[in-house]
T-cell receptor, first 109, second 116 residues
């Protein structure tokens, strides 16, 4: 069966520090992968998606970037965090529906 | 512009009572439709989905949803709510194009509180 792992579960980072969130999928190959952000009062928003290694599409302009160095690995990064980057970040993969990870709660202080 | 609207931000329901959560969408064509549930601090779990065919869709945990094209709606229902149904519920749509199932546009969510 397929599983999706996302870590860390919680993270507190100072403004201006770098960020790296990792997501891996097991039990499937060549999945479509996604990063979503759930900000307070703003619902869930798609940030990035990837249909293959090295292929990244950005849905909204922002301070973040994504990379897919391996087939089942998806990384969300930032060089310098802003306060507005705080939120709940969810990784997902899809076939005929999206399967979500447990999320990372990021607080930028 | 495409949009997904969940008119009710917060609903309180008694345990054992019925529940209906509303979802309306504005889209060029009939999109793929989904309902997800999120417990506090957790990821999202799919309750049910509609792509085509029978407009009454059965999902997990006793939930069902009905697609009404004329009303651009996809309302979620449960005949008898359990305390464990307290959570936030999200309606989502995806473009009816192959491989777009994960590119979701979400409604703002409805928080469901279940009272004894």
């Amino acid at each position: 069966s397929q599983t999706i792992h996302q870590w860390p579960a919680t993270l507190v980072q100072p403004v201006g520090s770098p960020l790296s969130l990792e997501c891996t999928v097991e039990g499937t190959s060549n999945p479509n992968l996604y990063w979503y952000r759930q900000a307070a009062g703003r619902g869930l928003q798609l940030l990035f998606y990837s249909v293959g290694i090295g292929q990244i599409s950005s849905e909204v302009p922002q301070n973040l970037s994504a990379s897919r160095p391996q087939d089942r690995q998806f990384i969300l990064s930032s060089k310098k965090l802003l306060l507005s980057d705080s939120g709940f970040y969810l990784c997902a993969w899809s076939r005929t529906e999206a399967f979500f990870g447990q999320g990372t709660r990021l607080t930028v202080v | 512009a495409q949009s997904v609207t969940q008119p009710d931000i917060h609903i309180t329901v008694s345990e054992g009572a019925s529940l209906e959560l509303r979802c309306n969408y504005s889209y060029g064509a009939t999109p793929y439709l989904f309902w997800y549930v999120q417990s506090p601090g957790q990821g999202l779990q799919l309750l049910l989905k509609y792509f085509s065919g029978d407009t009454l869709v059965q999902g997990i945990k006793g939930f069902e949803a009905e697609f009404k094209r004329s009303q651009s709606s996809f309302n979620l229902r449960k005949p008898s709510v359990h305390w464990s149904d307290a959570a936030e519920y999200f309606c989502a749509v995806a473009d009816p194009v192959r491989d777009s199932w994960g590119k979701l546009q979400f409604g703002a969510g409805t928080q469901v509180v279940v009272t004894p």
